[in-house]
């Protein structure tokens, strides 16, 4: 990272809760699914179900409780979402059966879902004047925070005690109340008024629905490293399985170094589509690479792998910073919690449907699969421009009124 510490003590106390935040995150994503098939010993088919009813679940909490963050502050209602969470994951402890587990995993989704929406305006009232770029680093510090869970996370999978599984939840629970603490020390936000108009108004914008959509196709690419590599590096590649770590590590190492740099060129909704654009190109390359690692030597497909991830993580930059601009900048200051409550839901349907889909096409059809994969993030990236313009120009034609009252004269 350019620089370990953001400018200000609001954006450090911010950066700081969301980096214990991560580390709790990353002991879960590393070993959640087996905590709940080998500690409490529910079969994988219905964990799969459960993960996928709180998935659905936790998709509108976002618009709702992002609404409230712009209506009551962002502070408390973005550290309630946090003791939920905690709570919540705390109750994983007591899990033995389908029904307790769904009911607890939803909860802890929809909290997840919620807190994202309402962090929003805390980072754009807090992030000075390019939010976005404060946006890119606190994404690298979510990189550093999980790689560190996911360590702590190993030492647990090869324990593989019930002792140590419970202590990775307790330390999971743990650091999401200390991330809610953090919080304290941050001053509030002031709601800004509400314009007149309906309530709703971000799912009335069919442009920022438009980009919304656009984003939650190419967001599928986030589960290539972590779903379809390593499936595709153990079925159909002669490559070591180390190597699944190797490209894990490799992405990761890349998002820390340069997510703050890639983000600080994209800094107009403009520059934003056009990034959408070479965030396809890039994974159109990364997958015809991956889908040529099969049937060659293992040295051969090992640099191949190690290719494609390069190149599939610099995409990866372009398509954060693609995203974190646009759903800034198309946003309205007083909505922004709703606003980004709404693009939530791109990625939390990719989160959803993203691994099966992977899965379908890349793993189960094989080659032919990759390239229909790659062909629908460049696909996407080509319309991104285009959704831009359109967003920009319904932008502009909302702003014409406000701006004509403001300088209405008084009656």
Same mark, same amino acid.
């Given at each position: 990272?350019?620089?370990?510490?953001?400018?200000?003590?609001?954006?450090?106390?911010?950066?700081?809760?969301? &980096?214990?935040?991560?580390?709790?995150?990353?002991?879960?994503?590393?070993?959640?699914?087996?905590?709940?098939?080998?500690?409490?010993?529910?079969?994988?088919?219905?964990? +799969?179900?459960?993960?996928?009813?709180?998935?659905?679940?936790? #998709?509108?909490?976002?618009?709702? %409780?992002?609404?409230?963050?712009?209506?009551? /502050?962002?502070?408390?209602?973005?550290?309630?979402?946090?003791? *939920?969470?905690? !709570?919540?994951?705390? +109750?994983?402890?007591?899990? $033995?059966?389908?029904?307790?587990?769904?009911?607890?995993?939803?909860?802890?989704?929809?909290?997840?879902?919620?807190?994202?929406?309402?962090?929003?305006?805390?980072?754009?009232?807090?992030?000075? $004047?390019?939010?976005?770029?404060?946006?890119?680093?606190?994404?690298?510090?979510?990189?550093?925070?999980?790689?560190?869970?996911?360590?702590?996370?190993?030492? *647990?999978?090869?324990?593989?005690?019930?002792?140590?599984?419970?202590?990775?939840?307790?330390?999971?629970?743990?650091? &999401?109340? *200390?991330?809610?603490?953090?919080?304290? !020390?941050?001053?509030?936000?002031?709601?800004?008024?509400?314009?007149?108009?309906?309530?709703?108004?971000?799912?009335?914008?069919?442009?920022?629905?438009? #980009?919304?959509? !656009?984003?939650?196709?190419?967001?599928?690419?986030?589960?290539?490293?972590?779903?379809?590599?390593?499936?595709?590096?153990?079925?159909?590649?002669?490559?070591?399985?180390?190597?699944?770590?190797?490209?894990?590590?490799?992405?990761?190492?890349?998002?820390?170094?340069?997510?703050?740099?890639?983000?600080?060129?994209? $800094?107009?909704?403009?520059?934003?589509?056009?990034?959408?654009?070479?965030?396809?190109?890039?994974?159109?390359?990364?997958?015809?690479?991956?889908?040529?690692?099969? /049937?060659?030597?293992?040295?051969?497909?090992?640099?191949?792998?190690?290719?494609?991830? %390069?190149?599939?993580?610099?995409? @990866?930059?372009?398509?954060?910073?693609?995203? =974190? @601009?646009?759903?800034?900048? !198309?946003?309205?200051?007083?909505?922004?919690?709703?606003?980004?409550?709404? =693009?939530?839901?791109?990625?939390?349907?990719?989160?959803?449907?993203?691994?099966? #889909?992977?899965?379908?096409?890349?793993?189960?059809?094989?080659?032919?699969?990759?390239?229909?994969?790659?062909?629908?993030?460049?696909?996407?990236?080509?319309?991104?421009?285009?959704?831009?313009?359109?967003?920009?120009?319904?932008?502009?034609?909302?702003?014409?009124?406000?701006?004509?009252?403001?300088?209405?004269?008084?009656?």
């Amino acid at each position: 990272m350019p620089q370990l510490l953001p400018d200000t003590g609001p954006q450090r106390v911010l950066a700081a809760s969301n &980096f214990v935040y991560t580390i709790g995150s990353g002991l879960y994503l590393t070993a959640g699914v087996l905590y709940f098939t080998q500690a409490a010993h529910l079969p994988a088919g219905q964990v +799969g179900l459960g993960l996928g009813i709180a998935g659905f679940f936790s #998709l509108a909490l976002g618009i709702a %409780v992002g609404h409230l963050a712009d209506r009551y /502050g962002a502070r408390g209602v973005h550290a309630a979402t946090l003791v *939920v969470q905690a !709570l919540a994951t705390a +109750g994983f402890l007591l899990v $033995d059966s389908f029904w307790p587990f769904v009911l607890m995993v939803s909860a802890a989704a929809g909290a997840k879902a919620a807190g994202t929406a309402a962090r929003s305006p805390l980072i754009r009232h807090y992030g000075g $004047d390019r939010p976005q770029e404060f946006r890119a680093y606190l994404r690298a510090v979510t990189n550093v925070g999980i790689s560190l869970g996911a360590l702590g996370a190993g030492w *647990v999978v090869q324990v593989g005690t019930l002792t140590a599984y419970q202590l990775m939840i307790i330390g999971n629970a743990i650091a &999401f109340a *200390v991330s809610s603490a953090l919080l304290v !020390l941050l001053p509030p936000v002031t709601p800004l008024p509400a314009t007149g108009g309906p309530r709703w108004i971000a799912l009335r914008d069919r442009p920022y629905l438009l #980009l919304t959509t !656009l984003d939650g196709i190419m967001a599928i690419q986030f589960k290539v490293l972590t779903v379809a590599i390593p499936l595709w590096i153990v079925g159909a590649t002669a490559a070591p399985h180390w190597l699944i770590s190797g490209t894990m590590l490799t992405g990761t190492v890349i998002v820390v170094a340069f997510q703050v740099r890639a983000s600080r060129h994209v $800094d107009s909704p403009a520059a934003g589509g056009d990034a959408y654009r070479r965030a396809g190109v890039a994974f159109l390359i990364a997958c015809a690479l991956i889908s040529l690692s099969a /049937g060659v030597p293992a040295w051969a497909a090992a640099t191949l792998l190690i290719t494609a991830v %390069v190149i599939h993580t610099v995409g @990866e930059l372009w398509h954060s910073a693609a995203g =974190f @601009e646009v759903s800034f900048a !198309l946003a309205p200051r007083h909505a922004t919690g709703q606003y980004l409550g709404v =693009f939530g839901l791109g990625a939390g349907l990719a989160e959803t449907l993203g691994p099966g #889909l992977l899965i379908w096409l890349c793993i189960s059809w094989g080659r032919p699969g990759w390239f229909v994969v790659g062909a629908m993030f460049a696909l996407t990236g080509l319309a991104a421009p285009l959704a831009v313009r359109w967003a920009q120009t319904h932008q502009d034609a909302r702003q014409v009124p406000l701006r004509a009252a403001g300088k209405a004269p008084a009656a």
